[in-house]
């Protein structure tokens, strides 16, 4: 009966969400819905790039795999190619209440440039920030305006649950230094997410768990996430007969740290959907409809950021292209249009 219950609210949540891709009605302002056909080339793949740097391998921790890429807008500064000096944030120390005390100086800067920070898939266990498809990504959002923050992380199953979501973390936390915000001329108040596959699940994760961090108490808070195919329900749920294949529930527990569903804490912890508040920024959420990640994932998630009225952009691509996979020219400028929207 429980397995029952479960696989009728399924039905039954899917139905509403896909009763507004054909409604496009209901739901907070700007909320939209769509369903599309892909292209198969990755358009960014196919662009040149010219008077667009990348400043490789930018340490934000001590770990090997504890490194960035920044890509840089052509209207960029020469001196920003260089490496901001790796001083702590002040903001890290101020306590909830001093944060908010409008006396107390922000020693952040009142303008800059907005930045969307990128963060790769592949299973939690393998990827990487300098593959072709996610550097193109980069520099392709860099040419439409936005410094792009490109992040690698700890990978399972050496490092497991929770290393490479402290990683992102302390990846987000390193845009937000003044060193960082200086350096590349970013504004505090115009940074993004994007990620795809488990890089959307973790960019997801981040979002939904923002409002938790002494960062968000101290002013620097995400505006608006870009997640592809992002899984974001790792519980048992994913296990039922609508859910991943056996191969994927394995390299889930693997980057769980865990032996089976039935015991695994971190299952619940590690899903997006479970975190949402009314302090989630907005959200566009692309997800295809016949992909290895089921197209339930991304749509029980959807309908829980509008129970919470949350904002969200949803596109349905018909097909089983996954994750960056999904962005041909009409899906890329469908992301790029909803960051500016966001980030101005």
């Not at 990640?293 to 919470?308: D, G, K």
Request: contains cysteine; charged residues 20%.
């Amino acid at each position: 009966m429980r397995t029952g219950r479960r696989t009728l609210l399924a039905l039954v949540t899917a139905g509403a969400v896909l009763g507004a891709l054909v409604s496009c009605s209901g739901g907070p302002a700007a909320d939209r819905d769509e369903t599309v056909t892909a292209e198969p080339v990755i358009y960014p793949l196919s662009l040149r790039y010219p008077g667009i740097d990348v400043v490789a391998d930018v340490p934000y921790g001590s770990a090997d795999l504890q490194r960035l890429d920044v890509c840089l807008p052509p209207d960029s500064a020469p001196d920003t190619t260089a490496t901001p000096t790796p001083t702590p944030s002040p903001s890290r120390s101020l306590s909830p209440s001093a944060a908010a005390d409008p006396a107390r100086a922000d020693p952040r800067p009142s303008s800059g440039r907005p930045t969307v920070m990128m963060i790769h898939g592949g299973s939690w266990s393998h990827g990487d920030k300098a593959t072709a498809a996610y550097r193109a990504v980069c520099q392709y959002l860099a040419s439409e305006g936005f410094v792009t923050v490109n992040v690698d992380y700890r990978l399972a199953p050496t490092d497991p649950w929770p290393a490479g979501y402290d990683d992102v973390r302390r990846a987000l936390d390193w845009v937000f230094r003044p060193a960082t915000l200086e350096t590349y001329d970013i504004d505090p108040d115009r940074v993004g997410l994007f990620g795809g596959s488990a890089g959307g699940n973790l960019a997801a994760l981040l979002a939904v768990q923002d409002h938790e961090s002494a960062a968000w108490a101290a002013g620097d808070r995400v505006r608006a996430v870009v997640d592809l195919s992002g899984p974001t329900d790792l519980t048992a749920r994913s296990t039922e007969p609508d859910g991943v294949s056996a191969s994927f529930q394995r390299k889930q527990l693997l980057y769980l740290g865990c032996r089976a569903y039935a015991d695994c804490p971190a299952a619940q912890q590690a899903s997006p959907g479970s975190h949402v508040t009314a302090d989630t920024p907005p959200f566009f959420v692309g997800h295809s409809t016949d992909e290895f990640i089921p197209l339930w994932e991304s749509q029980e998630f959807v309908a829980t950021l509008r129970a919470h009225d949350v904002p969200v952009t949803f596109v349905a691509v018909e097909g089983t292209a996954h994750s960056i996979a999904q962005l041909d020219r009409a899906m890329s400028e469908r992301v790029v249009a909803f960051l500016r929207a966001r980030l101005g």
